[in-house]
Nanobody
Framework: QVQLVESGGGLVQPGGSLRLSCAAS????????MGWFRQTPGRERALIAA???????DYADSVKGRFTISRDSAKNTVSLQMNSLKPEDTAVYYC?????????WGQGTLVTVSS
Protein backbone atom coordinates (compact mmCIF):
# COMPACT_ATOMS: atom_id res chain seq x y z
CA GLN A 1 0.00 0.00 0.00
CA VAL A 2 1.27 3.45 -0.88
CA GLN A 3 2.01 5.85 1.94
CA LEU A 4 2.18 9.56 1.26
CA VAL A 5 3.85 12.05 3.59
CA GLU A 6 3.60 15.76 2.87
CA SER A 7 5.80 18.42 4.45
CA GLY A 8 6.93 22.00 4.06
CA GLY A 9 3.83 23.96 4.99
CA GLY A 10 3.76 26.89 7.34
CA LEU A 11 2.85 30.53 7.80
CA VAL A 12 3.97 32.93 5.10
CA GLN A 13 3.16 36.54 4.25
CA PRO A 14 1.37 37.43 1.05
CA GLY A 15 3.83 37.53 -1.81
CA GLY A 16 6.09 35.00 -0.14
CA SER A 17 7.18 31.53 -1.20
CA LEU A 18 7.06 27.99 0.14
CA ARG A 19 8.22 24.66 -1.17
CA LEU A 20 6.19 21.58 -0.35
CA SER A 21 7.51 18.06 -0.58
CA CYS A 22 5.80 14.69 -0.75
CA ALA A 23 7.49 11.37 -0.10
CA ALA A 24 5.75 8.32 -1.50
CA SER A 25 6.47 4.74 -0.55
CA UNK A 26 5.86 1.92 -2.98
CA UNK A 27 6.59 1.47 -6.65
CA UNK A 28 3.27 2.87 -7.82
CA UNK A 29 4.75 6.34 -7.74
CA UNK A 30 6.80 5.74 -10.86
CA UNK A 31 3.89 4.34 -12.84
CA UNK A 32 1.40 7.22 -12.82
CA UNK A 33 0.94 10.94 -12.93
CA MET A 34 1.20 12.63 -9.55
CA GLY A 35 -0.60 15.69 -8.33
CA TRP A 36 -0.95 18.24 -5.59
CA PHE A 37 -4.39 18.89 -4.19
CA ARG A 38 -5.65 21.41 -1.69
CA GLN A 39 -8.67 21.68 0.55
CA THR A 40 -10.24 24.46 2.56
CA PRO A 41 -12.99 24.07 5.17
CA GLY A 42 -16.35 23.37 3.58
CA ARG A 43 -14.93 22.70 0.14
CA GLU A 44 -13.92 19.56 -1.69
CA ARG A 45 -10.30 18.65 -2.23
CA ALA A 46 -9.22 19.93 -5.63
CA LEU A 47 -6.36 19.09 -7.95
CA ILE A 48 -4.22 22.17 -8.55
CA ALA A 49 -1.07 20.78 -10.20
CA ALA A 50 -0.16 17.54 -11.91
CA UNK A 51 2.90 16.02 -13.53
CA UNK A 52 2.99 12.95 -15.73
CA UNK A 53 5.63 10.25 -15.84
CA UNK A 54 7.14 12.04 -18.81
CA UNK A 55 7.26 15.38 -17.05
CA UNK A 56 4.29 17.12 -18.66
CA UNK A 57 2.69 19.56 -16.26
CA ASP A 58 -0.79 20.95 -15.87
CA TYR A 59 -2.09 23.58 -13.47
CA ALA A 60 -5.35 24.97 -12.27
CA ASP A 61 -5.95 28.50 -13.47
CA SER A 62 -5.79 29.78 -9.91
CA VAL A 63 -2.13 28.79 -9.53
CA LYS A 64 -0.83 28.91 -13.09
CA GLY A 65 2.29 31.02 -13.39
CA ARG A 66 2.91 31.00 -9.63
CA PHE A 67 3.27 27.31 -8.72
CA THR A 68 5.65 24.74 -10.21
CA ILE A 69 5.33 21.00 -9.73
CA SER A 70 8.30 18.66 -10.11
CA ARG A 71 9.09 15.04 -9.40
CA ASP A 72 12.16 12.96 -8.66
CA SER A 73 11.34 9.40 -9.66
CA ALA A 74 14.60 8.07 -8.26
CA LYS A 75 13.67 9.36 -4.82
CA ASN A 76 9.89 8.85 -5.11
CA THR A 77 9.24 12.48 -4.27
CA VAL A 78 7.08 15.18 -5.77
CA SER A 79 7.46 18.85 -4.91
CA LEU A 80 5.46 22.03 -5.29
CA GLN A 81 7.25 25.37 -5.46
CA MET A 82 4.76 28.09 -4.56
CA ASN A 83 5.61 31.71 -5.31
CA SER A 84 3.65 34.95 -5.05
CA LEU A 85 1.40 33.40 -2.47
CA LYS A 86 -2.00 34.93 -1.82
CA PRO A 87 -4.33 34.67 1.19
CA GLU A 88 -6.67 32.56 -0.93
CA ASP A 89 -3.92 29.93 -1.22
CA THR A 90 -4.45 29.15 2.45
CA ALA A 91 -5.40 25.47 2.63
CA VAL A 92 -4.25 22.00 3.56
CA TYR A 93 -2.16 20.61 0.73
CA TYR A 94 -2.01 16.93 -0.19
CA CYS A 95 -0.24 14.86 -2.82
CA UNK A 96 -1.65 11.79 -4.52
CA UNK A 97 -2.07 10.13 -7.87
CA UNK A 98 -3.52 12.46 -10.47
CA UNK A 99 -6.33 11.49 -12.88
CA UNK A 100 -6.89 8.17 -11.10
CA UNK A 101 -8.64 6.85 -8.05
CA UNK A 102 -6.48 8.15 -5.22
CA UNK A 103 -4.42 6.11 -2.84
CA UNK A 104 -5.08 6.60 0.89
CA TRP A 105 -4.54 10.26 1.70
CA GLY A 106 -1.70 11.43 3.87
CA GLN A 107 -2.10 13.93 6.69
CA GLY A 108 -1.46 16.89 4.42
CA THR A 109 0.49 20.01 5.21
CA LEU A 110 -1.11 23.30 6.21
CA VAL A 111 -0.22 26.47 4.33
CA THR A 112 -1.37 29.74 5.83
CA VAL A 113 -0.88 32.96 3.89
CA SER A 114 -1.46 35.93 6.14
CA SER A 115 0.13 39.19 7.19
Amino acid sequence: QVQLVESGGGLVQPGGSLRLSCAASGSIFSLYAMGWFRQTPGRERALIAAITRGGSRDYADSVKGRFTISRDSAKNTVSLQMNSLKPEDTAVYYCNLAYRRPEPWGQGTLVTVSS
